[in-house]
């Protein structure tokens, strides 16, 4: 019974990784506003203090957990990020072709504008 139990919370555990890792995958193929870039993390954190009415202690602290939770994040996903760079390409890939060559110029002026850092359109190249 506590080997059943110990093998369904590492199910569990294995599940959870795979589904953020899954999620952050999806997430850097269509793209996402949330943390594309870094004055964007800057304007959501100051948001983000500004509707909880943090004290200026609290907003430090804020930036120290975010910070730490970015940097872990890349950690974890450094070793994946070929893959995940591979099926962005191919998702991009499978989107021009089909679209037609109006919607082609246009999309190509959207990626362009992600390679360089503008936020506008969600998130851009790798790390």
């Not at 555990?13 to 850097?28: C, E």
């Amino acid at each position: 019974m506590v080997g059943s139990k110990k093998l369904a919370i590492v199910f569990l555990l294995g599940a959870l990784l795979v589904g953020a890792t899954l999620t952050y995958a999806a997430d850097r193929v269509m793209g996402d506003h949330d943390c594309a870039q870094s004055r964007d993390r800057t304007k959501l954190r100051g948001r983000l203090a500004d509707d909880l009415s943090l004290s200026s202690a609290q907003r430090l602290l804020l930036d120290s957990i975010l910070e730490r939770r970015h940097s872990d994040m890349d950690v974890v996903l450094d070793p994946v990020r070929p893959a995940l760079d591979s099926i962005r390409s191919r998702a991009r890939g499978e989107i021009v072709r089909m679209l037609d060559d109006r919607q082609q110029a246009a999309f190509q002026k959207i990626l362009a504008k992600q390679e360089k850092g503008d936020g506008s359109h969600g998130r851009g190249g790798s790390k």
